[in-house]
């Protein structure tokens, strides 16, 4: 899959661009900032990453033309946070924000987010491996050695994840927006509910230490 990272802000967007290097993503930083339009076109992106304030026209300008050619999803970065603002992006065709300072983790849950929801996209290929645990995407399974465990779609999610950010801590904000597409009825207690079904039901294969916490944070895997 391919990114487009409309930010002018240098040092953000090279980390940007590496972080999504790293999660298995072509991206590349657009430089020609008068013409935006061609960038798109040329790259062909999946998804765009669009600053608010840029030089010679704004990010909803080009949001505005953009839309005129392609139905890419476009996720907006801004540190404006008033809720016009916000409004103003998504009437345009925005299909997220993120506000500045971003949060990479948090980022990159909401891509992943919007790709799936656009595309029916699942990261990496069918399954994702876990020391010898197999993540079956496409059955909705967890395989172990002598096991196989049937998940919800909202267990797949958040094993889904975990297992990509593998040791590293997932924070409760990027899991939500991952399992609930920022659903705002959908807070912290719901998290941990569904995180103590799914540590209920990996007891049951001997599993139940996988998912640690990360007290006042997030979640990772053991």
Same mark, same amino acid.
């Given at each position: 899959?391919? $990114?487009?990272?409309?930010?002018?802000?240098?040092?953000?967007?090279?980390?940007?661009?590496?972080?999504?290097?790293?999660?298995?993503?072509? /991206?590349?930083?657009?430089?020609?900032?008068?013409?935006?339009?061609?960038?798109?076109?040329?790259?062909?992106?999946?998804?765009?990453?669009?600053?608010? /304030?840029?030089?010679?026209?704004?990010?909803?300008?080009?949001?505005?033309?953009?839309?005129?050619?392609?139905?890419?999803? !476009?996720?907006?970065?801004?540190?404006?946070?008033?809720?016009?603002?916000?409004?103003?992006?998504?009437?345009?065709?925005?299909?997220?924000?993120?506000?500045?300072?971003?949060?990479?983790?948090?980022?990159?849950?909401? $891509?992943?987010?919007?790709?799936?929801?656009?595309?029916?996209?699942?990261?990496?290929?069918?399954?994702?491996?876990?020391?010898? &645990?197999?993540?079956?995407?496409?059955?909705?399974?967890?395989?172990? %050695?002598?096991?196989?465990?049937?998940?919800?779609?909202?267990?797949? &999610?958040?094993?889904?994840?975990?297992?990509?950010?593998?040791?590293?801590?997932?924070?409760?904000?990027?899991?939500?927006?991952?399992?609930?597409?920022?659903?705002?009825?959908?807070?912290?207690?719901?998290?941990?509910?569904? !995180?103590?079904?799914?540590? %209920?039901?990996?007891?049951?294969?001997?599993?139940?230490?996988? !998912?640690?916490?990360?007290?006042?944070?997030?979640?990772? &895997?053991?």
């Amino acid at each position: 899959m391919k $990114i487009l990272i409309v930010e002018d802000e240098a040092t953000l967007a090279s980390l940007l661009e590496e972080e999504l290097v790293q999660w298995g993503y072509l /991206s590349k930083k657009a430089s020609n900032f008068n013409d935006i339009l061609a960038e798109v076109t040329d790259f062909k992106p999946d998804l765009v990453l669009m600053d608010v /304030s840029l030089p010679f026209y704004n990010g909803f300008y080009w949001t505005e033309k953009i839309r005129q050619i392609s139905h890419v999803p !476009i996720i907006f970065i801004t540190s404006h946070t008033e809720s016009g603002d916000i409004v103003r992006a998504m009437q345009m065709g925005a299909d997220e924000y993120i506000t500045k300072p971003i949060d990479i983790t948090v980022t990159i849950a909401k $891509i992943q987010a919007v790709l799936r929801r656009t595309y029916d996209y699942k990261v990496g290929s069918d399954s994702i491996m876990y020391g010898d &645990l197999k993540l079956n995407l496409s059955v909705a399974h967890l395989e172990g %050695k002598n096991f196989v465990l049937e998940l919800t779609r909202t267990e797949l &999610l958040i094993l889904e994840i975990l297992f990509n950010f593998k040791n590293k801590i997932a924070k409760r904000e990027a899991i939500i927006n991952y399992c609930w597409q920022g659903d705002a009825f959908i807070d912290d207690n719901t998290l941990a509910v569904n !995180i103590a079904r799914l540590r %209920k039901k990996l007891k049951t294969v001997g599993y139940d230490e996988l !998912i640690q916490t990360k007290k006042g944070i997030g979640y990772y &895997l053991k």
